[in-house]
């Protein structure tokens, strides 16, 4: 073993050590084998570690000074909107009324949980400028599964079978075509222009009497706002589709544009990115769903309802698409996305947009003469760069990456999307300072004088993290997914 | 506007606004058409400061009854359990919580190698050879695996049991529907799947067979049985599994397991109202490759160091796009690490000791409602749920038992209409000796 090597936890464990401490069985103990039928009782025991508690601190403090998050540095990873998470978030989510609360309870002993989602909800189709609401989907693709499930029990409710089409842009995330498929559909892609947005004589070219709906970010994943969209809106509807809007780039629009002013019929948000979630190393999120009123009755079942005072769950809901998910969402998520809107307010909102977008436009102008600017045009809180240039002297935008991580950065998002060779995609988000957006850019700077006169250094980057670049074929090729006792 | 989330000073906006070469930020949106700009601030609350908030907050948590100021007895698919403390210090360590997916393993090894301890416990835990990072619950994970069935065997038909938890069977009904798939439910008998129905609706159509085990009532399913029913039609046999229950009971995979699938709350996630908790998802070898979400793979660097990545990512639906079986990205990343904690810290011994804690738990509630004259429904072992049949309704029932602070078992009216008046009732091992006895007389008089 390298010095290096952190110890798996199975490694360290030694038969007889102990990390629990279980309540006393106070109650008469009955033969195990008198209230298990034979053949189901286990024989051995699972190989889970035999560790003290001291030990399992260690160990895991250990993991965490191998991982950065927001909060050991920048984090400018695009379309993910890794913003500062609230710590007042973390606390309330703690509460014993919220975290230890029974979701089958009767209603009338969780009042104060559903007010706080009715209110969610509430302050969430302000935002949207959608007639309502559900906060059941537990992420942001399961939010854009059950709106296209909507959109096609809304067609079927018309007698419409055969909308079978859901039009989506090339420069979409790649759950949008995931989902549509799951969802029953067969996706067509429609064209991006030269000027990166949506070309729309290849939109009125694709959509017909077959198409169920269009699917789109706003700004779009190249951090370009659809200039066309109300064109967009009136040829899909003319043709009698749905316009959904993928809300994973809401912090661009905040109080800036609303979806429904902007003709969409559904969208999805992901509370962890726009609204401090957190996003716990790839989740749980939280992807709730606005609707306009024509849709309202597919909603997933249950509704939540105010009659008078109370708040009750509506079952009763003939139209509806069923369930999406047990019981009522990732309510804990949505304990912290109410607490950050309510830290924010009206004006705190259209300030954290105002700022996200002025950061985003700040570095692209710090950068261009570094790196190729695709679009040269005022971007919303992200933007993309090129490295063509560093590629041709032989750095590709993976060795640019790499290299960040010895600046203790995380890098951006990168090769996607798909229609800009050597793709950066930056997102600073409104929390950093200018400080911190400055060091930032110096550091790509000298990454790219770097690959002019000192190219082996980024190509072989990075070069101190606690381990080098890893072998990923060897990983698919002969997969090791479990630890298995020698 | 100054608040402690924005850093930007008046100078800083000033400087930024002339490299860009703007006069104000208003002129960065003027690529918004005018007919969809809105105007002015949302309708929304205004914000409240730190202290305001969390009073209020506070205050408004009050107003629910929850599991540490009350006693409960309701299970029905999340369970209050032991915590052991230590999983809260670890989730509060902000290096986890505030990373997102670990897209660069160099600076993503702690997350990566604590998802591959996750993955290596389900296996043990399960019987099974592959375990994904995690879904988003039980349900879901349920219905991806009637959906991974599907396509496996390219048969569009499933049969469920309806001793399945009724939430999770609703998903998966949904999720059904989207992929064209049809979903029939096998009856139950004294409350456990009913083998030789079973026998008469199988045929080479059917994709899979799902089952609970404990089942929704508690008892435990005899998987041997069925499994030779279900492969004899070359279908795919999809456990749903309290992983708890495993520490004592017989893994599903040593039992002919497909597919294993279910929810890891019951260690150390907290009941948060239903969500999130975690669905853990885990299959034979000969499935790897169709699982869906994420893995972590163990491989290594440059100069042999053993390191971990995200790996197979062919099968996900940001490389497969429309090809993709699964839509999941997100999961429940951060909640696989709770559980994983609390799975270390109970370890080899304690997982077994916490299980049969919970089966001797039950067992003395159940015989002590029998004492006092209830009527058991479905007689048979189970695990740390069983049904009591009473003479009145069974919300009702709970209202009551609200007043003395006890939380009653599930109204298992709500999802069969003929077990009005049947109570399902859980009893882990945080409950004592004493408020089982004082439940079991709370319960006074509602016998049937």
Redesign the interface.
Known sequence: MHKDDQALIFEISKPGRIGYSLPEMDVPEIDINELIPAGYLREEAPELPEVSELDIMRHYTALSNRNHGVDSGFYPLGSCTMKYNPKINENVARFPGFAHLHPLQDESSVQGALELMYDLQEHLIEITGMDQVTLQPAAGAHGEWTALMMVRAFHEANGDYNRTKVLIPDSAHGTNPASATVAGFETITVKSGENGLVDLDDLRRVVGEDTAALMLTNPNTLGLFEEDILEMAEIVHAAGGKLYYDGANLNAVMSKARPGDMGFDLVHLNLHKTFTGPHGGGGPGSGPVGVKADLIPFLPKPVLVKQGDQYELDYDRPQSIGRVKPYYGNFGINVRAYTYIRTMGPDGLKAVTEYAVLNANYMMRRLQESYDLPFDRHCKHEFVLSGKRQKKLGVRTLDIAKRLLDFGYHPPTIYFPLNVEECIMIEPTETESKETLDAFCDAMIQIAKEAEENPEIVQEAPHNTVIGRLDETLAARKPVLRYQKQ | ?K?R????TET??K???E????NS?D???????E????K?????????T?TA??K???Q??????????HT?F?G???Y?H?M?V?V???L????????????????????L??I??F???I???TGM???N??M?????ALAEAA?LSAGQTRRKKVLISSAV?P??K??V???A????IEVIEIPHKDGITDAAVLKDMINDEIAAVIVQYPNFFGR?E?L?ELEEIIHAQKSLFVVSSNPLS??????PGKLGADIVAGDAQPFGI???????HCGYFAVTNKL?RKVPG????????????????L????RE???????????????????A?AAS?A????????????A??N???A??AKAAFKAKGFEIAFEG?TFNEFVVKLNAPV?EV??KL?EKEI?GG?DLGRDYSDLKNHMLIAVT??R???E?DTFVNEMGDYHA
Do not use: W
């Open positions: 506007m608040h989330y924005l850093p930007m800083d906006k400087e930024m606004l490299t860009i070469g703007v930020i002129e960065l949106f003027s690529d918004i058409p007919r969809v700009k809105f002015g601030e949302y309708n929304i609350k205004p914000k409240k730190e908030l969390m209020e907050l506070t408004l948590a009050q107003k629910n009854a929850d599991l540490r100021s409960s309701l029905a698919g999340v209050d032991y052991p230590i809260d210090h670890v509060s360590r902000s290096e986890f919580y505030t990373a997102y997916t670990p897209y660069q393993p160099e600076i993503s090894q702690g997350e190698q604590a591959f301890e993955q290596s416990m296996c043990e835990l050879d592959v375990a990072s995690s988003y619950d039980g349900g879901t959906m938890h939430e999770a609703e998903v009904k949904t999720y529907k989207g992929q064209y435990i005899p041997k495993l520490g004592a009971l017989t893994p907290p009941t948060a109202f239903g969500g999130p790897m994420r893995l972590v793979g163990q491989t290594v660097d440059e100069e042999g160091r053993r390191g971990f990545v790996t197979l990512q062919a639906q940001h490389i497969r796009r429309d090809k993709a079986t699964s839509n999941i990205c997100s999961n429940q990343a951060l909640n690490l904690v799975m270390t810290a109970l370890g080899k011994n304690g997982v077994k000791e916490m049969i804690s089966i001797q738990k067992h003395y072992p919300k709970n209202k609200l939380i599930y091992e945080l004592t000796k004493e089982i």
